[in-house]
C-alpha cells in the first residue's frame, strides 16, 4: 500500500506565498515523477507542476514563474512552493505520482487567496 499526504494549504491573502508538502509512504516510496494538480469544483483536475527523477521540471503557464516545484528523495517528499498568489489559485491541490504503473494521489489540500 502506498499513500500521499499533503500538507501546507491554508487561506491567504493575495500576493501571500504557501508551501504545499507531499510525503510519499508505504511499501514503495521510490518515485520517479511527481505531480501536483489542482481542481475547483464544478471543474475538471489540471495539472500545475511536475517533477522528474532528474530533476526536470514542468510548470503550467498559469504559474510559470511565481511557482516552484522540488524533491527530496532522503524524505520520499516534493514540494510546491507558491509565491505571489491570486484568487485565481484557489483550489484543492493534489499530488499524484505513479508506482509500479499504478497512479496514487494524496486526499488533497486546500488553498484559498482571499482579502
Known amino acids: 500500500q502506498v499513500q500521499l499526504v499533503e500538507s501546507g494549504g491554508g487561506l491567504v491573502q493575495p500576493g501571500g506565498s504557501l508551501r504545499l508538502s507531499c510525503t510519499v509512504s508505504?511499501?514503495?516510496?521510490?518515485?520517479?515523477?511527481l505531480e501536483w494538480y489542482r481542481q475547483v469544483p464544478g471543474k475538471q483536475r489540471r495539472l500545475v507542476a511536475r517533477?522528474?527523477?532528474?530533476?526536470?521540471?514542468y510548470y503550467a503557464d498559469s504559474v510559470k514563474g511565481r511557482f516552484t516545484i522540488s524533491r527530496d528523495d532522503a524524505k520520499n517528499a516534493a514540494y510546491l512552493q507558491l509565491n505571489s498568489l491570486k484568487p485565481e489559485d484557489t483550489a484543492v491541490y493534489y499530488c499524484?505520482?505513479?508506482?509500479?504503473?499504478?497512479?496514487?494521489w494524496g486526499q488533497g489540500t486546500a488553498v484559498i487567496v482571499s482579502s
Open positions: 499524484h505520482t505513479m508506482l509500479l504503473g499504478t497512479d496514487y
Open positions: 508505504g511499501s514503495v516510496t521510490n518515485f520517479d515523477m
Open positions: 517533477v522528474n527523477s532528474n530533476d526536470n521540471t
